[in-house]
């Protein structure tokens, strides 16, 4: 009888041990799962890039995010695009008074056709 006392006082002092210990470790569980997501939501915040380099050019510009950032990549786009056509425009202006001076016949039909296409 003795014998089975100590075997059962085994194995309630190891269960109660058991859950102690269980409940030690989900304390401490649960207090290092929050600090972890109170770092993980604070580097989020942190980490999130501006909507667009503003301190650049639109030529510069390569970084956009958010629906702000892509309004303003649509504004750079079309700016690019009319800029482009007034740079091709001026060309064809200045290699029109060129040719006007040379009487280059094919040479003043092509930058009249050019102008034609690329001014407003």
């Known amino acids: ?7 059962g006082r085994y194995y309630t002092d190891a269960y109660i041990l ?3 210990m269980h409940k030690e470790c989900l304390a401490l569980n ?4 929050s600090l972890l997501l109170i770092v993980l939501l604070s580097a989020c915040g942190a980490s999130q890039p501006p909507l667009y380099q503003k301190d650049r ?6 970084q956009y995010s958010g629906a702000t950032g892509l309004t303003q990549q649509q504004k750079d786009q079309t700016y ?4 482009e056509l007034s740079d ?3 060309s064809a202006k200045i290699d029109l008074a060129i040719a006007e ?3 280059n016949a094919s040479e003043i039909t092509k930058q ?3 102008i034609s296409s690329t001014c407003r």
């Open 101 to 103: 001076v040379d009487k």
């Open 1 to 7: 009888m003795n014998e089975l006392n100590v075997v």
């Open 30 to 33: 649960i207090n290092l799962l």
């Open 88 to 90: 091709k425009c001026t």
């Open 18 to 20: 058991s859950c102690y």
């Open 57 to 62: 050019t639109p030529e510069d510009r390569n």
């Open 112 to 114: 009249s056709d050019l």
């Open 80 to 83: 690019l695009m009319d800029k």
